[in-house]
Structure formats: C-alpha cells, structure tokens
C-alpha cells in the first residue's frame, strides 16, 4: 500500500521561502508523476506541480515563477520550495501521486495527510 | 485555463435520498479526464472516480460518474450517513490541472 507523508516547518515568516519533502513508502518513486497540491483555510483545492523521476516537471503557471521541485530517488523522497512566500500562501500541503503512471496529467491518489504552513508576518 | 464550476454549492439532503452534483466546465474536458472527490473535516481528500465514470478502488457502487464535453454528474444513489463531507471535481485533460469549488453535502 502506497503511503506519502508530508513534512517540515508550521510556520513561516513573509518574504521567507517555505520547504516541504514528502517521503513515499510502499512503492519507489522511480515512476509514476508526483504532485503538490494546497488549499488555503476553508478554500477550494489548486494544483501547485508535478515532477517525474527523470526530473521533468510543470508548474501551475499562477505559482510558476516561485516554485522549485525536486526529487530523491535515493531516499523515495519529493520536495517542494516556494518562495517569497505571503499570507496568501497559508494553506494545507499535500503531496499525491498521479493516478496513471504513463501520464503527465492525471488523477491524484492517493494522498498524504497534508501539512498546515502558516505565513507570518 | 479550464475553470469548472460546480453547482449546488450546498447540497441538504436526508440518508437514503438521491444525490446529484454537477461540474460544468468553460471547455470542453478532453477525452473526458475529470475526476470527483470526497473530503471530510481534517481529511485528505478521497479518490472516487476518475476518467468520468470509472469508480477507484473500494469505493462503493452507489457512486456513479456520468458525462462528457463540459458537463459533468456525480450521483449518490442512496445516501449513507458516511457520505455527508465536501465535493471536489477535478480536470486533467489540459494544463494546468483545476478543481471545482467544491459541493457541499449536508443532512437535511
């Protein structure tokens, strides 16, 4: 069974960049595309970007000019950065795995339980 | 970018009755790529269905998917008291990959 887990600081100053890594277990990230998805207190839901294995990645291109994501086969691990970071950032952050593992746009399952990160200022 | 939207926003029913949600989309949703999503309070959201009519793994046959183009249903053909949360659609058939503002079903 895939699990994901999300990590790293609650809280985070304006201006600052926020750091999160999700650690795969129960499959190897070497396949599949995998995302970051966050919604905001109450909010709906908005993809943030996918990266693959072999290092291609697409950004939503609201988020585009701030995002940076990476991957670590070695340790089945996927982090995202977001810079420059305002209180419109605050929100839950949740990695997923793409549902079809041929395809660069897909469904997400599963999920992890996501991670509240709170800009302050 | 594709914005769907869904309706109702809210959704007041009783166990038992019938569900139906609609997301409609700006354009049409290629080779009908959509996907639906349950979330309760504190959860990650929850698979349902994807490629518009294909239920995910476990997820119980009173869920159904139907549509195509920029037209949209989920139906919940009895409600069990589980099935009170939000719900989320969602395309992937062009980039960037949008959500609906989701549905929310309460008890009536």
């Known amino acids: 069974q895939v699990q994901l887990q999300e990590s790293g600081p609650g809280l985070v100053k304006s201006s600052e960049t926020l750091s999160l890594t999700c650690t795969v277990s129960g499959a190897s990230i070497s396949s599949y595309y995998w995302n970051w998805i966050r919604q905001p207190p109450g909010k709906g839901l908005e993809w943030i970007g996918y990266i693959h294995f072999s290092g291609s990645t697409n950004y939503n291109p609201s988020l585009k000019s701030r995002v940076t994501l990476s991957i670590d086969t070695s340790k089945n691990q996927f982090s995202l950065k977001l810079s420059s970071v305002t209180a419109a950032d605050t929100a839950v952050y949740y990695c997923s795995r793409g549902g079809s593992w041929s395809s660069q746009l897909n469904w997400f399952d599963p999920w992890g339980q996501g991670t509240l990160v709170t800009v302050s200022s | 970018e594709i914005v769907l939207t869904q309706s109702p926003g809210t959704l007041s029913l009783s166990p038992g009755e019938r569900a139906t949600l609609s997301c409609r989309a700006s354009?049409?949703?290629?080779?009908?790529?959509l996907a639906w999503y349950q979330q309760k309070p504190g959860q990650a959201p929850r698979l349902l269905i994807y490629d518009a009519s294909s239920r995910a793994t476990g997820i119980p046959d009173r869920f159904s998917g139907s549509g195509s183009g920029t037209d949209f249903t989920l139906t919940i053909s009895r409600l069990e008291p589980e099935d009170f949360a939000v719900y989320y659609c969602q395309q992937y058939g062009s980039s960037p990959q949008t959500f609906g503002q989701g549905t929310k079903l309460e008890i009536k």
């Open positions: 354009q049409s949703v290629s080779s009908s790529y």
